[in-house]
Nanobody, 115 residues
Framework: QVQLVESGGGLVQAGGSLRLSCAAS????????MGWYRQAPGNQRELVAW???????SYTDSVKGRFTIARDNTKNSVSLQMNSLKPEDTAVYYC?????????WGQGTQVTVSP
């Protein structure tokens, strides 16, 4: 059973930075695709960034140049460094692990960016 535990959310002013972390249990981490999603009130959950086991990354357009996803396969962890935050980045952020057709989710961590 895979468990994902996020940390690092909080309240920050626009222009500030936050770093989210996700720790994963289980032995499949190194081969999994890791991602960060977010969901704002009234919106669908959207993919923010993902990273392959080899380190290739992809970002949604709205965060390119501001967010950086990274993983440490030796520690079964993935992070999301968020800089130049904007109020529209306010959402619950979820860590996601995907391997094959299976997907696992963390409990979510709130990020609130004030104007």
């Amino acid at each position: 059973q895979v468990q994902l535990v996020e940390s690092g959310g909080g309240l920050v002013q626009a222009g500030g930075s936050l770093r989210l972390s996700c720790a994963a249990s289980g032995s499949i981490f190194s081969t999994a695709i890791m991602g960060w999603y977010r969901q704002a009130p009234g919106n669908q959950r959207e993919l923010v960034a993902w990273i392959l086991s080899g380190g290739d990354t992809s970002y949604t357009d709205s965060v390119k140049g501001r967010f950086t996803i990274a993983r440490d396969n030796t520690k079964n962890s993935v992070s999301l460094q968020m800089n130049s935050l904007k109020p529209e980045d306010t959402a619950v952020y979820y860590c996601n692990l995907r391997i094959g057709m299976q997907m696992y989710w963390g409990q979510g961590t709130q990020v609130t960016v004030s104007p």
